[in-house]
Each structure stands twice: as structure tokens, then as C-alpha cells.
T-cell receptor, first 113, second 113 residues
Framework: QKEVEQNSGPLSVPEGAIASLNCTYSDRGSQSFFWYRQYSGKSPELIMFIYSNGDKEDGRFTAQLNKASQYVSLLIRDSQPSDSATYLCALPWPPGGYNKLIFGAGTRLAVHP | EAGVAQSPRYKIIEKRQSVAFWCNPISGHATLYWYQQILGQGPKLLIQFQNNGVVDDSQLPKDRFSAERLKGVDSTLKIQPAKLEDSAVYLC???????????FGPGTRLLVL
């Protein structure tokens, strides 16, 4: 089973700050990742998909993939209390024709006013 | 476009009882997934269907869990008999194909007493 590791948190940041969420993975063949956000009692919703090395930006969200170091991160700029949720990193498996998502345990983010 | 529908939303049963969950995917989505999410963990794939065929059921506890998607649309997941450790949220997701974004339903929260 491929492993996806996340710090469970909680990560507490003040409103307006940058929140940095990290995810490491065990398989060097992994090529792409999803970031999902899950509010308490709700189902996961897609935030970002990143395939290539480097950064991908979408509004206040930036995903960074470093295949050499086997980590992927999600930056949230100008954090808002509404960003308080659990952020799940997911690895499509097998690479390049995935059949399933392997999720990390998630990092709980708390943005305080 | 309507999202993934699931029912019931909540279920409380006693151990050794049976329970069934229903999922209706997004119209036209060929691939359907059932995930189990235990509190504090990320979702774990139980079974994946492509149309009405099973693609991956390697993590489905087949001695007690069963699932079907008879006409390639709706799906049911059954647990018989239930154990305490089956208490979790059961998430259904669908995607147009196997290499595309998965969209999650609201989930069914199961509590086994």
C-alpha cells in the first residue's frame, strides 16, 4: 500500500496569514496529487490538482510539488476563518491511469480572528 | 448539475445487525467509488466500479461487506453483520472516467452500538 503522510495538526494561524500544509509520499513513481478540503461533518471537496513539478496557483491557493523530495504542499494566502477545515492530500494510484485515491489522514487548520 | 446523492444520511444499529447504503452518482459518470472514513482518518477505498463491473475491491472485507451496481448507475453497499469497528462515514464518489476528478456525496454516518 502506498503511503501518504500528513501532520494531523491542528495548525493554528491568525486571520490574514499564510497557512502552509504539507504532505509527503512514499512512492517515487507518483506523478500527481489532489488537495481536498473537508469541513467538519461534510464530505471532501476538491481544491487543487497538481501534476508537474513546481507551483500551481488558483486564487488564494498555491500547490507546490517537489518530486525529488517527495512532498507536496498547499499554501493558503490571506487565510480566513472560513478556511478552517481539514485538508486532505490524495495520491491517485496507479500513476498515469489511476483507479483510486490514497488519502492522507488530513491536517486540521484553524484560522483565528 | 445534481451532485452525488446518498441515503440514509445517518444510521444507528446494534452490532451483528445488517445495514445498507444507497448511492446515486452524477448523471453520466461511469466510475463509482465507495470509501470508508473512520474518525480522524482519511477516506479509504472499499470498492470501485467501472459501469457495472468491479475494478478494485482489494480492501473490501468480503466476509461482511458486499456491494453491487447492477445497471451501471445506482449502487448499494451492505454490511452484514456489522461490528463496532464499522462505525464510520461511508462516502460515495463518482467520476466520468478512471482518470478524472472524483466528486463526493454527503456521506452516510454509521454508528454501531
Amino acid at each position: 500500500q502506498k503511503e501518504v503522510e500528513q501532520n494531523s495538526g491542528p495548525l493554528s494561524v491568525p486571520e490574514g496569514a499564510i497557512a502552509s500544509l504539507n504532505c509527503t509520499y512514499s512512492d517515487r513513481g507518483s506523478q500527481s496529487f489532489f488537495w481536498y478540503r473537508q469541513y467538519s461533518g461534510k464530505s471532501p471537496e476538491l481544491i487543487m490538482f497538481i501534476y508537474s513539478n513546481g507551483d500551481k496557483e488558483d486564487g488564494r491557493f498555491t500547490a507546490q510539488l517537489n518530486k525529488a523530495s517527495q512532498y507536496v504542499s498547499l499554501l493558503i494566502r490571506d487565510s480566513q476563518p472560513s478556511d478552517s477545515a481539514t485538508y486532505l492530500c490524495a495520491l491517485p494510484w496507479p500513476p498515469g491511469g489511476y483507479n483510486k485515491l490514497i488519502f492522507g489522514a488530513g491536517t486540521r487548520l484553524a484560522v483565528h480572528p | 448539475e445534481a451532485g452525488v446523492a446518498q441515503s440514509p444520511r445517518y444510521k444507528i444499529i446494534e452490532k451483528r445487525q445488517s445495514v445498507a447504503f444507497w448511492c446515486n452518482p452524477i448523471s453520466g459518470h461511469a466510475t463509482l467509488y465507495w470509501y470508508q472514513q473512520i474518525l480522524g482518518q482519511g477516506p479509504k477505498l472499499l470498492i470501485q466500479f467501472q459501469n457495472n463491473g468491479v475494478v478494485d475491491d482489494s480492501q473490501l472485507p468480503k466476509d461482511r461487506f458486499s456491494a453491487e451496481r447492477l445497471k451501471g448507475v445506482d449502487s448499494t453497499l451492505k454490511i452484514q453483520p456489522a461490528k463496532l469497528e464499522d462505525s464510520a462515514v461511508y462516502l460515495c464518489a463518482s467520476s466520468p472516467g478512471t482518470e478524472e476528478t472524483q466528486y463526493f456525496g454527503p456521506g452516510t454516518r454509521l454508528l454501531v452500538l
